[in-house]
Antibody, heavy 120, light 107 residues
Framework: QVQLQESGPGLVKPSQTLSLTCTVS??????????WTWIRQPAGKGLEWIGR???????NYNPSLMSRVAISVDTSKNQFSLKLSSVTAADTAVYYC????????????WGQGALVTVSS | DIQMTQSPSSLSASVGDRVSITCRAS??????LNWYQQKPGKAPKPLIY???NLQSGAPSRFSGSGSGTDFTLTISSLQPEDSATYYC?????????FGQGTKVEVK
């Protein structure tokens, strides 16, 4: 059974960089056929896709966040990470990591989510 | 980007009712449409993939249909545990997008 777990600071100051890591267990992140992705959800609102990475390191990002986002992968640790720079209060949200099946784009396994608050 | 619009935004129905949620894409996406269920405080769970295929472990009362721009999620006989918010998501474009969600209340 694949499991994903987000970790990182729960409080980030405005203008600083939000950093989260997703640790994958129960399967190798280097496995073919899967993307690894980040999604966020402000309180009481819908889901916003942030970006994805393949084990090879190739990435795609939401155009609305592209100038501030970087996703990386560390196959030796079975982890992938999110960095979001120049954060504001609007970036306060629950951040989820998930696995996505390459062939149909289904987000089949999700982490439990990590609340990140941007505040001074 | 492909915009996904769900309707209604919320609905209330009784146990045993047949319930349908619609998702419309701003351009044709073939059958590249997935559905998720999210309960408060929890991560979304996949229900339907490629428009009409039931995800492993999802109850058989859930079904999906549609192609092109118009899609429907149907719950054939609403149960108390189906109280949740439902999201559609397109995977046709390299830039994935979600609908705004439909909140289902079970009376």
């Amino acid at each position: 059974q694949v499991q994903l777990q987000e970790s990182g600071p729960g409080l980030v100051k405005p203008s600083q960089t939000l950093s989260l890591t997703c640790t994958v267990s129960g399967g190798a992140i280097s496995t073919d056929n899967y993307y690894w992705t980040w999604i966020r959800q402000p309180a009481g609102k819908g889901l916003e896709w942030i970006g994805r990475i393949y084990a090879s390191g190739s990435t795609n990002y939401n155009p609305s966040l592209m100038s501030r986002v970087a996703i990386s992968v560390d196959t030796s640790k079975n982890q992938f990470s999110l960095k979001l720079s120049s954060v504001t209060a609007a970036d306060t949200a629950v951040y989820y990591c998930a696995r996505v099946y390459y062939y149909d784009g289904t987000f089949d396994y999700w982490g439990q989510g990590a609340l990140v608050t941007v505040s001074s | 980007d492909i915009q996904m619009t769900q309707s209604p935004s919320s609905l209330s129905a009784s146990v045993g009712d047949r319930v349908s949620i619609t998702c419309r894409a701003s351009q044709r996406i073939n059958k590249s449409l997935n559905w998720y269920q999210q309960k408060p405080g929890k991560a979304p769970k996949p229900l339907i993939y490629t428009a009409s295929n039931l995800q492993s472990g999802a109850p058989s009362r859930f079904s999906g249909s549609g192609s092109g721009t118009d899609f429907t999620l149907t719950i054939s006989s609403l149960q108390p545990e189906d109280s949740a918010t439902y999201y559609c998501q397109q995977s046709y474009s390299p830039i994935w997008t979600f609908g705004q969600g439909t909140k289902v209340e079970v009376k």
